[in-house]
C-alpha cells in the first residue's frame, strides 16, 4: 500500500479554516439589505465582532430600520471607545452610552438582544454591560446599514465579522465566554453575513447585500475556526491517487453510521387535526424524539429530503395542495424557514435527494411531475422531467448517491405496484426498475447506499400492513421480502444513516408515535427504538446521513 502523505490530504476546508470580514475605511463604505421580516415584539440576538480603528460622535457599524424613525436601533462606535446603542429612534432621550466598553484597533464580540418585548440588553467580549427596560416593537422589515449612520453622513473605519441577527430566541442571558468559532445558521436566522474573505456581499440565507463605495471583502478576522466537532470533513470533489496515497474513508462520522432524523408536521387522526411539530432523534441510538421546532403553517402529508447538512419539506395539506417548501438546519434545533416553491402545488410527494440536489416526485392533483432544487441555494423548484404515466401520489423512496427510486403509489380508485427510477444529477422522465411484491401506496422508504427499503403502506382495498421489501439500488428487477415492521402502519415518515433505517409515526388507523428500527444490510423484522413526542402519521422525514449521501 502507498504511504500517508499530510501534505498531500486536501478536503473542501481544514480544522484551521478561519472566517473572514469586511473592511470599511470611513470615507463612504457601506453595506445594506432587505430583510423582508421584522423582529416586531419578539425574543431576538444581533452579535458581530468588530475592530475599530476610529471612533466619531456616531460611527455606526450595525443599524435597523430607516431614517430617524421610532422603534429601530442603531450601534455606533465613540471618540473614547464608547459603545452608543441608539434604542428607538435618533433622539436626546432614545440611547445610552457604555463609556470605555470598546477597545480600537482590536477584535470586539457585541451583543444586542431583546426578550418578550421588556428588556433590551448589550453585552460586549461576554460581559453584560447594558439593561435597558423598553417595551419595543421593530415593526421595520429593513435591516438599515452596516458601516454608516441613519443620519447618512458618518461612517465607519474599521473591520465587521461574522455579522448575525436571529428572531425568537436571545441567545445569550448572562455573562459568557464568546464563540470561538465561526458564526453559523442555526434557528430563525435572519441574516448571516461579514464572513467570506472572498465576497462583501456574501450571505448565508440567501438575502441580497448591496455594496456601497469600497467596503471590501477581507482574510483579516477574529480568528474564528470552522466547527469540526467530528473531526476533519472530507468531502466535494477532492481525489485521491489510490496507489500513491492512503485514501481516508469519504463521508462525515454522521454519514459513516450516526447521524440525525428530522421528522416535520404531519396529522393526528382522531381527532382530526394537522400539525407544525418538529422532532429530531440520534438515529445510531435508541430512545424518545426530542422537540427541534415548528413548521410555519399546520401541514399534513409533506415529504422530506436532505444534505448532509439542510433538510426540506414541501408540499403537503393545510386549507388546499401547497407548493411551498421549506428548511431547516440540521445539526440545530430550531423554526424551518422559508425556501421556495414547487413547480406545482401538491399533496404527498415524494422526496430523494443526493448531498446536493433534492428531488419532489408524484403527488396528488399532479401526479407525474418531478421538479428538483439546489439544496445549499434557496429558491424555487425546477423541472425535471415526468414519472410513469398515471403513478399517482403516496409513493415510497429512496436513494444511493447517483439515483433515486420510487415504489407504489395511488391513482384515482387503484394502487399500483410500479418501481421506477432517475438519475439524480441528470434530468429526463423516469426508467422502469421493476415491481413490488403489492400493489401498496402511503409507504415509507430507508436506504443505505447500496440497498433501500420500503415500509408498512396500505394494500388493496384499504389494508394497512407492517410489511417490508428491499431492493438493491444499483440494479433493476422487483423487490425482495425483508421482513415486518412492529406494528402495522401506513404514512410514517422516514429517516436513515448507512447502516439503520428508521420509520416513526404513521396511521395504524388511529395513529403512533412508536419509532421502529431496522440494519439495512441485513433482512428480518424491526426493533423498537422509541417514541415520537406525539402521535401523528402523514408526516415529512428526512436525515443528514442517508444512503444518497456520499
Known sequence: MGILRTDKISGLETPTAVTGSVVFDGTGDYLEVQVGTSL??????????????????????????????????????????????????????????IAGALTFSSWNHVVFSGNSGSELNAYVNGEKVSTISYSYNYSSTTLYRFGLNRGG?????????????????????????????????????????CN?????????????????????ASTFSPGLTRDFTYGTEFKGVTTFDTQGYFVPPSGTTEQRGRGRGVFGGGVFPSPFSNKNTIDYIEIHTE??????????????????????????????????????????TIHTTGNALDFGNLT??????????????????????????IDYVTIAALGDAVDFGNLNAGTGGGMGSVQSPTRAVFAGGYVPASKINTIQYITIASTGDATDFGDLINA?????????????????????????????????????????????????????????NTIRGVSAGGITPSGTNAIDFVVIATTGNANSFGDLTERRGQTGGCSDSHGGLS
Open 196 to 216: 467570506n474573505p472572498d465576497s462583501a456581499g456574501a450571505e448565508a440565507t440567501g438575502k441580497t447585500i448591496t455594496v456601497n463605495g469600497n467596503a471590501a
Open 440 to 496: 401498496t401506496n402511503s409507504m415509507g422508504g430507508v436506504s443505505s447506499q447500496t440497498r433501500g427499503v420500503f415500509t408498512g403502506g396500505v394494500i388493496s382495498p384499504s389494508t394497512i400492513v407492517n410489511s417490508m421489501e428491499y431492493i438493491t439500488i444499483a440494479s433493476t428487477g422487483n423487490s425482495q421480502d425483508f421482513g415486518d415492521l412492529v406494528e402495522v402502519r401506513q404514512a410514517e415518515a422516514s429517516a436513515s
Open 344 to 369: 406545482v402545488a401538491r399533496t404527498y410527494a415524494a422526496g430523494a435527494s443526493s448531498n446536493t440536489r433534492g428531488i419532489f416526485a408524484g403527488g396528488y392533483a399532479h401526479r407525474d411531475v
Open 40 to 97: 416586531g415584539t419578539s425574543d431576538f440576538t444581533c452579535e458581530c465582532w468588530i475592530y475599530p480603528i476610529s471612533g466619531g460622535h456616531n460611527e455606526a457599524f450595525f443599524g435597523f430600520g430607516g431614517g430617524g424613525s421610532v422603534n429601530n436601533f442603531q450601534l455606533s462606535v465613540g471618540t473614547t471607545g464608547a459603545l452608543r446603542l441608539y434604542y428607538k429612534g435618533i433622539g436626546a432621550s432614545d440611547y445610552v452610552d
Open 287 to 328: 430512545g424518545n424524539a426530542q422537540d427541534f421546532g415548528d413548521l410555519p403553517t399546520t401541514t399534513r402529508g409533506q415529504g422530506g429530503c436532505s444534505s448532509s447538512t439542510r433538510g426540506l419539506f414541501f408540499s403537503g395539506y393545510s386549507s388546499g395542495a401547497l407548493d411551498q417548501i421549506e428548511f431547516v
Open 153 to 193: 453622513v458618518i461612517y465607519y473605519d474599521g473591520y465587521i465579522s461574522n455579522l448575525r441577527v436571529i428572531k425568537g430566541k436571545e441567545l445569550y442571558t448572562s455573562n459568557f465566554t464568546p464563540p470561538t468559532h465561526a458564526l453559523e445558521v442555526i434557528g430563525d436566522t435572519i441574516l448571516l453575513c
